[in-house]
């Protein structure tokens, strides 16, 4: 993959709409990738039945850490029990199912290899193998959502005895998420491993700052949470159609990522 600039690094203070422009040009050439996001979307079939089947709709902000998807703009009804949100989706507090968890990470990640890896070379050359990034990258991507999702588990799981501390662990998360977002797309962007990324991503954000750009994203994703949530809401065959909408919705959001880090790290990209 393309190689970071060694020049000195600046804030924050791009213009949002060359990033829109240069998403929306990406995207007839990547649109093929939303079929991630909508497999990610179906493989949660009974939410999305549970969904469809629910009055209402969601006003959902979602931070630019990881894949979007269906479930990054709608939020699945919840029968009882204690629910865990997470970039990857959500983690059972009672009871825990371990198995079942590990073989999502295993899918999730394997698919987000691919995913990930088409994109920033589809943003670096023009052109992109889904099979050959899900080779190169498949082991360390899949390495770090279940990484990830350990965090997440042990920061929220202690909530289940103390629940006064969810505020602290909430914006314990949120700031986690700002410092290190752009780990993956550093990962793929760079090609480099798991801690190599994670340093990097902090280095990128100490220098440039992108809170803008972080917050930004939150809001767009908010707004567009009403529509696509009032569609998955309309019935069984409303929450499939709000998956297929949300799918090239959530790629051209990780489009937009994967070219604001790239920007960050001094990466060339195509027009």
Not at 17 to 31: G, N, Q, S, Y
Not at 45 to 68: D, K, W
Not at 101 to 126: H, K, N, P, R
Request: with cysteine.
């Amino acid at each position: 993959m393309s190689q970071p600039s060694s020049g000195p690094a600046d804030r924050d203070t791009g213009p949002t709409e060359p990033i829109v422009e240069r998403t929306v040009a990406h995207l007839a050439r990547l649109l093929p990738l939303a079929l991630v996001p909508l497999a990610t979307a179906l493989l949660r079939a009974r939410e999305l039945l549970a969904t469809g089947n629910a009055n209402g709709f969601s006003l959902r902000a979602s931070f630019p850490v990881y894949r979007y998807d269906l479930w990054s703009f709608v939020d699945a009804p919840r029968g009882g029990g204690v629910s865990v949100s997470l970039p990857f989706g959500s983690l059972e507090a009672l009871p825990l199912l371990v198995p079942a968890i590990g073989a999502y990470v295993v899918v999730s990640g394997a698919l987000s290899a691919g995913y990930f890896g088409s994109i920033a070379a589809g943003i670096t050359t023009g052109r992109f193998d889904f099979v050959a990034a899900l080779r190169r990258f498949g082991v360390r991507v899949i390495l770090l959502e279940a990484i990830v999702v350990m965090a997440f588990a042990v920061l929220f799981l202690p909530l289940l005895l103390f629940p006064p501390l969810f505020v602290v662990a909430l914006v314990a998360a949120l700031v986690v998420s700002y410092l290190y977002f752009p780990t993956v797309y550093v990962l793929v962007l760079e090609d480099r491993g798991i801690e190599s990324a994670v340093l990097r991503a902090r280095e990128l954000v100490d220098g440039h700052r992108p809170l803008g750009f972080f917050l930004a994203v939150a809001v767009v994703t908010a707004i567009c949470s009403v529509p696509v949530s009032l569609l998955a809401h309309a019935g069984p065959i409303g929450a499939v159609a709000a998956a297929v909408v949300a799918a090239p919705l959530g790629l051209a959001f990780n489009v937009a990522t994967a070219l604001k880090v790239a920007e960050m790290a001094g990466i060339e990209t195509v027009e």
